[in-house]
């Protein structure tokens, strides 16, 4: 019984004795091997380096720069030091509330213009008009009221070697302060905001504005082009600041021309008649506006102004304010007035109608007087309601668009034959030419806000200040019979920095008396960038006590 027992131990001491005999074995192999990969590796490495030839291999040579076909390079040096970067300040207001009369939604300032804007629409908002402009939007992030300052961005195009820019209305509407960087000034970090530029004047009903700026030098311009003789399929370029990467420029075509886009009015008249796009699909993004769209021949054809979207970015549908309209509106900004003055002959009609009412009525081309103004040219030559006005001068009219570019063309006190149809019957009558900024207020009340800001403004846009008359126990404490007292103190303005505070009695500038309101309106008014302004202020507690405090406006 004992001799099994002492088998088995023997045969598995054997097989634990030959395992670890074999595992040794495996580890001295594997040991070998490895380093013998390791040595003939070295060998194989050394034996490439020592022994290929590459005498035979030709170094890369750059070639020189070649001229492409498309000539797009061409035209951008042609024009590109011409478009300018266009940065505006707004600051904060003492209101609680800066929802904008254009509907509900906060109205950034300068298609929103959209700054280069940051705000966001609600999907029941992007139809509106206005709240897709995008050259003039800042990026507020607030709700109003008396908020951080408000930054926009835009683009402009010289036009003027003594200085003069063109961009749109929205870029610079409502700023504070506005500052222009050409071409060719170096791209500086936070402080350096350009060159101060002040408004010659705008046109809100074509969104166009003209600026200034000073400089030493003749500056750059670009060259205007007729916008009639672009095409639909033709090339052109957009040349701007989009998300404030300057000198930025897209390639496209020209998609449509002679586009309209309805804004609804509550007043019933149309805001945006005069507004007849050229529409592109040149990629156009916040801080293109007021940019140009060049054609091939590097000739402006058109104002980038709006985009159409529903994402605040490129979607091929751009719009921009030909060159025509441009050149027009430039010249009356220019001018003494510095304000676009508009004819009329005081009707209202429906911009588009059905094929049907031209049978009925009997007219294959026209218009149908909706509403006669009162006491304007048309009630005053007989025009009724119902008539159709066919002709002008013997010139037959297409619809109302034509009506309107050639009334709205004409000088004011001008007269004009209006063929119409009453009945059937044809009949003609003299219309004197009106002023459609007086037309516009006799329809809604309100007064046609679309030229530069009024003298009595000018107060509170250049110094950030309203002012009133001295109330007479305030006069009689302090023992003066002129002046003003400041009653609203806007935060961050020119007055706000030097410390001109509320309630506080002017009684002089630049030493120049300030007897009542209109002396300081002004001398106000003639006040420019880089002025020295000094107030002679009164304590309004003490009699007899004179400070002076001043600086220099921005």
Avoid at 47 to 67: G, Y
Avoid at 499 to 527: F, H, Q, W
Wanted: proline share 6%; hydrophobic share 35%.
């Amino acid at each position: 019984m004992d001799t099994p027992k002492n088998t088995s131990s023997t045969l598995l001491e054997r097989i634990r004795t030959h395992r670890l005999t074999t595992t040794f074995t495996l580890l001295a192999t594997l040991s070998v091997g490895i380093l013998a990969g390791s040595i003939l590796t070295r060998n194989v490495s050394g034996k490439e380096q020592s022994e290929v030839n590459s005498t035979d291999a030709k170094p890369l040579v750059i070639p020189s720069p070649v001229a492409l076909s498309n000539g797009f390079s061409q035209i951008v040096k042609q024009v590109g030091p011409a478009v300018v970067n266009i940065n505006t300040e707004e600051l904060p207001k003492p209101s609680a509330n800066r929802r904008g009369k254009r509907g509900t939604q906060r109205t950034p300032q300068p298609n929103d213009p959209n700054g280069d804007d940051d705000s966001q629409q609600s999907p029941g908002d992007m139809q509106d008009f206005f709240n897709r402009f995008f050259g003039g939007q800042g990026g507020d992030d607030g709700d109003g009221g008396a908020a951080g300052e408000r930054r926009a961005l835009g683009s402009g195009f010289i036009v003027d070697p003594r200085g003069y820019i063109i961009t749109n209305n929205h870029v610079v509407d409502k700023a504070d302060k506005i500052y222009v960087k050409l071409s060719t000034d170096p791209d500086g970090g936070p402080g350096d905001e350009g060159r101060p530029a002040t408004v010659i004047g705008v046109d809100k009903d074509t969104d166009i504005a003209v600026i200034k700026i000073d400089s030493k030098e003749p500056l750059p311009t670009v060259k205007l082009g007729n916008s009639d003789g672009a095409q639909v399929g033709d090339w052109v370029l957009a040349i701007g600041s989009p998300f404030a990467l300057s000198k930025t420029v897209t390639a496209g075509i020209i998609s449509a021309k002679n586009r309209s886009i309805d804004e609804p009015s509550p007043n019933g008249v149309s805001q945006t008649q005069f507004q007849r796009f050229i529409q592109t699909d040149a990629a156009i993004n916040p801080g293109n506006s007021g940019g140009p769209l060049v054609d091939m021949a590097g000739q402006v054809v058109g104002m980038n102004t709006a985009i159409y979207t529903q994402s605040m970015g490129s979607q091929g549908v751009g719009f921009a304010m030909p060159a025509n309209i441009i050149a027009t509106v430039y010249n009356m900004l220019i001018g003494p007035e510095h304000k676009v003055v508009r004819g009329s002959i005081g009707i209202q009609f429906q911009v588009a109608q059905s094929s049907a009412v031209n049978r009925v009525y009997g007219f294959s081309s026209g218009v149908i007087v909706g509403v006669v103004t009162p006491n304007g040219g048309a009630a005053k030559a007989g025009i009724q309601a119902g008539d159709v006005i066919v002709s002008i001068d013997g010139r037959n009219i297409k619809d109302g668009d034509d009506l309107v570019n050639d009334i709205s063309a004409r000088h004011v006190g001008s007269t004009v034959k209006l063929g119409y149809l009453r009945d059937g019957k044809q009949n003609t009558a003299n219309v004197v030419i009106g002023d459609r900024a007086k037309t516009y207020a006799d329809i809604t009340g309100q007064p046609d806000d679309t030229s530069t800001p009024q003298e009595s403004d000018a107060g509170e846009g250049k110094l950030g200040i309203t002012v009133s008359a001295i109330p007479a126990s305030i006069s009689a404490k302090v023992g003066i019979k002129g002046g003003v007292i400041v009653t609203t103190v806007r935060p961050g303005s020119f007055a706000d920095e030097i410390g001109l505070g509320k309630g506080t009695i002017i009684t002089a500038i630049n030493r120049k008396p300030v007897t009542d309101e209109a002396s300081y309106r002004a001398i106000v008014s003639n006040l420019k960038s880089k002025d020295d302004v000094v107030f002679v202020i009164q304590s309004p507690t003490q009699k007899n006590l004179n400070s002076y405090v001043g600086g220099t406006l921005p």
